[in-house]
């Protein structure tokens, strides 16, 4: 018989955020999050999204062991303002055995019917700024910090329990010898010159800083006509600086500016700290943060995590400029792959603008839908 318990207490929280590493301690691709990091994503006096979003979180018992794992949550902005009756969940991870996977959805549909909402959708996090989808394709490939790792069999359970494909996203690689500079090298310098923009050289974390609340901004214009777009508000900017740019090497941030210091175009790429995370367990101490600082420094291997373009100049080849900047900068590091993050497979624009690097597919992931009836 399976049960199924809403979580009331600190110790049932750190269950939940600990079950993964139950059911992939003999993975070899599964990346550990960080167990402090997670448990401040979940607490709502430490994340601002809970001053606009609502989660049940809950776990699944069978024989009295925990099997089974959901986060219920509903983003008010998305359902509010963009009248989307959306009911997310997330962080849904099981053992193969449908009744669990189906007890726990059950709540989440539950919650969904109780605030009139008309379906459900997931994995997703509380916003766009937290992992998505549950792979698909590539289980034999190491998974990143900012994505979802699951088994195989998670598929099957979506299917069985009746939900259907809502979104597909796909994760790509290149190598970096792949970067020609003929490709942008050029371009670049004429368009800087045609719209008098200027690319920022930053190498002090400090000197990021007063630039990325214009960063949240653009992103906020450059992402809002996406299908998954929900905004990112004042609050949860500086909650994201915290969270974020202390892992990000500053000259891996670039931001493009007009003649009148308004920003353009913006980009953040990340070192590859799976290794790292995997050697650390998901403990940041004793040994854990020396771990990460040594990725941070020395890591070979680079993660496109955010890229932006102000709407009034898409597809006018600012990314070329952006592209130029990290050329120097990777051929100074010695970087050798390039990895993107999920991105949503039928946004053909930012398709179009990795072409000529000639990426790989390695994974692909969906997020997955039912109507609640």
Known sequence: MITVKEITTKKELKTFVKFPFLIYKDSKYWVPPIINQELATFDKKKNPIFKDANAHFFLAYKDGKVVGRVAAIINWLEVKNQNLKKMRFGWFDFIDDLEVSKALLDEVVKIGKSNNLEYTEGPVGFSNMDKVGVMTEGFDQISNMITWYNHSYYVKHYEALGYTIEKAYSESKFPFENVKPIFFKKAQELIKRRYKLTALKLTKT???????????????????SLSSFVEITDIQKEYFKKKFISFVNPEYIKFVVDENDNMVAFAIVMPRFASALQKMNGKLFPFGFSKLLKAKKNSKDVVFYLI???????NKGVHAVIFNEYYETFTEKGIVNCYRTPELEDNEAIHKIWKHFDPVVVKRRKTYRKEII
Request: charged share 25%; hydrophobic share 35%.
């Open 308 to 314: 932006g373009v102000h709407p009034d100049y898409q």
């Open 206 to 224: 400090e000197e990021v800083m007063p630039y990325v609340d214009r960063m949240f901004d653009l992103f906020n214009a450059s992402y809002s």
